[in-house]
């Protein structure tokens, strides 16, 4: 019973420090997400080339997360293997966000947001892969619904910022979350050495066998070479969630402006009663999973997304629009808790865990990077008007891949 309760307070307490490290991180991404296209917008007319151009960051992601999750995996220092690249990225990120509304010409402006976007995804999968390296696979589910509550707050934060600082002082906004990521990266720092931690340890042993080491092209093979494509159809299907995602969250703030005529301002804060909606499912989510199984789950809350967003199509009001986006919240958080869980218990080995972080960001970075300029090229076509159809669209598909990890799922008897 000592040693189980000892358990549990590490569990606390590491998922405690990884969802600070993740809040730090997301602070400035939400905002990011929210602010930035106006900015685009005063020099660019097209939605197409703005959604682009919010994808930038992603595009980054696809080649810089598995690059430096794989060099985080084997890494080896009495700091441990991840906090050396929080301690060093994390506050170089927040200085160089500071400086995104200082740059009043758009070649300026892209040449800030593409380093501060090239800063901030070197270090983008090093904090969440800290949860399975300390944390069991049957606890991993509860601590990652604590952790995406945290993401979840910064939603918040930045639609409070959104409507407290940002018609009247644009430029002092986004120092906000600078702060906070800055205050959170100390903490964090301070507290944790990951050289103690279980998937650290078992790297050790592995090391010291005449296994070679886990190079990042031999696990993508492996995954792609893999007869049970139930690993490859995750990862799909967070890279078209992803899409349907990053496009309702970069696009919102122009829809709101030019579909429910509010001002800036507004429609940045018109997310935030979605991001309590969020909070409030997410650890439900977690449970569920654990009843149902967490393939079920994603699939259950992709579908309340996508429907929910095409409900929302036919009353375009700030407030239908607020229900909407409240309901396809508290959906998407069967997705986001559980399918980073199940490809982290799907790793082969405690070697590869950081690559297989970083696979899942990856695909989250890549659908972020072509969902925005597709459902942005949609919005071009069809106008504002239905742009949260447009993202339904995106979203079905997203459903059926997974759909397809369920029949597999069934199939091997595999319990995910």
């Known amino acids: 019973m000592p040693a189980l309760t000892a358990d549990r307070r590490l569990t606390r307490r590491i998922t405690f420090f990884v969802a600070l490290a993740v809040f730090a991180q997301e602070a400035t991404w939400d905002f990011y997400d929210a602010q930035v296209p106006p900015l685009l917008r005063e020099h660019i007319a097209s939605t197409a080339l703005v959604g682009l151009l919010m994808g930038m960051d992603n595009l980054l992601g696809i080649f810089v997360q598995p690059w430096i999750a794989n060099r985080s995996d084997n ?15 994390m506050p170089l990120a927040a200085v160089l966000f500071t400086l995104i509304p200082l740059a009043t010409a758009l070649p300026s402006l892209i040449a800030v947001i593409f380093v501060y976007a090239l800063v901030g995804n070197s270090f983008k999968p090093i904090a969440q892969a800290l949860l399975p390296d300390f944390i069991e696979p049957e606890r991993r589910g509860r601590a990652n619904a604590v952790v995406k509550i945290a993401s979840g707050l910064t939603v918040i934060v930045s639609a409070l910022v959104s409507a407290l600082l940002v018609d009247e002082h644009p430029k002092l906004a986004f120092t906000v979350p600078a702060l906070l990521m800055l205050a959170c990266t100390a903490v964090l720092v301070w507290q944790v050495r990951d050289n103690t931690s279980r998937g650290y340890q078992l790297s050790l042993t592995e090391d010291s066998t005449d296994e070679p080491t886990a190079r990042l092209l031999d696990v993508v093979k492996d995954i792609f ?15 078209l969630f992803a899409s349907a995602w990053f496009s309702s969250r970069s696009l919102f703030t122009p829809y709101g402006m030019e579909a429910l005529g509010l001002t800036r301002g507004q ?10 909606a969020f909070l409030v499912a997410a650890y ?3 449970l569920l999973a654990e009843r149902i199984g967490r393939v079920r789950t994603m699939t259950i809350g992709m579908t309340v997304f996508g429907v929910a967003l095409a409900c929302g199509t036919l009353v375009p009001t700030p407030t239908a629009t607020v229900v909407a986006f409240c309901v396809a919240a508290a959906g998407a958080s069967g997705f986001l808790i559980n399918a ?3 490809l982290w218990n799907l790793a082969p080995s405690a070697r590869v865990i950081g690559v297989y972080t970083g696979l899942y960001t990856v695909s989250w970075a890549a659908g972020g990077f072509v969902g925005p300029g597709i459902v942005g090229a949609m919005v071009d076509v069809t106008g504002w008007r239905y742009m949260l159809l447009d993202i339904a669209l995106v ?7 997974i759909l397809r990890v369920g029949v597999l799922v069934r199939r091997h008897a595999t319990s995910l």
Request: charged fraction near 15%; aromatic fraction near 6%.
């Open 284 to 286: 439900p989510a977690a």
């Open 267 to 276: 429609a940045g804060s018109l997310t935030f009663p979605s991001g309590i």
């Open 395 to 401: 979203t079905a598909l997203a459903t059926a891949a």
């Open 225 to 239: 070479g893999d007869r049970d494509r139930s690993r490859l159809l995750v990862v799909t299907a967070v890279l």
């Open 340 to 342: 980073a869980v199940v």
């Open 75 to 89: 890494t080896r220092t009495r700091w441990g293997r991840r906090i050396p690249y929080l301690a060093v990225g």
